[in-house]
Nanobody, 126 residues
Framework: QVQLLESGGGSVQAGGSLRLSCAVS????????VTWFRQALGKEREFVAA????????YYSDAVQGRFSISRDSAKNSVYLQMSSLKPEDAAVYYC???????????????????WGQGTQVTVSS
């Protein structure tokens, strides 16, 4: 089974930037969708951004559109989430998940994914 390992979290001031990494053991296969979710304390896990089927398309939630960018580096077997213009409401534990069978209609649902990383904490101070 593919293992995912997030890194890059930390504490920043509002308006700052961070880049999160999701290392994918065994490499990023062509049919793989890698998705970033986040979960703030006391809230449900929510969709942030997705790299669809190896990078054929990219999707973003309305909350991060224009501020976050997802990308891949196949040589490093990694998917990145570049976060800019961070807001206090972006503070959460960020998780990456993968699936080779998720369909577009359920791509933004956390329960559509069975394989998750351990998460990385992002704190944004105002």
């Amino acid at each position: 089974q593919v293992q995912l390992l997030e890194s890059g979290g930390g504490s920043v001031q509002a308006g700052g930037s961070l880049r999160l990494s999701c290392a994918v053991s065994g490499g990023i296969r062509g049919g793989m969708t890698v998705t970033w979710f986040r979960q703030a304390l006391g809230k449900e896990r929510e969709f942030v951004a997705a790299m669809w089927r190896g990078g054929s398309r990219y999707y973003y939630s309305d909350a991060v559109q224009g501020r976050f960018s997802i990308s891949r580096d196949s040589a490093k077997n990694s998917v990145y989430l570049q976060m800019s213009s961070l807001k206090p409401e972006d503070a959460a534990v960020y998780y990456c998940a993968d699936s080779s069978s998720v369909i577009s209609s359920t791509m933004t649902r956390a329960d559509a994914y069975a394989n998750w990383g351990q998460g990385t904490q992002v704190t944004v101070s105002s």
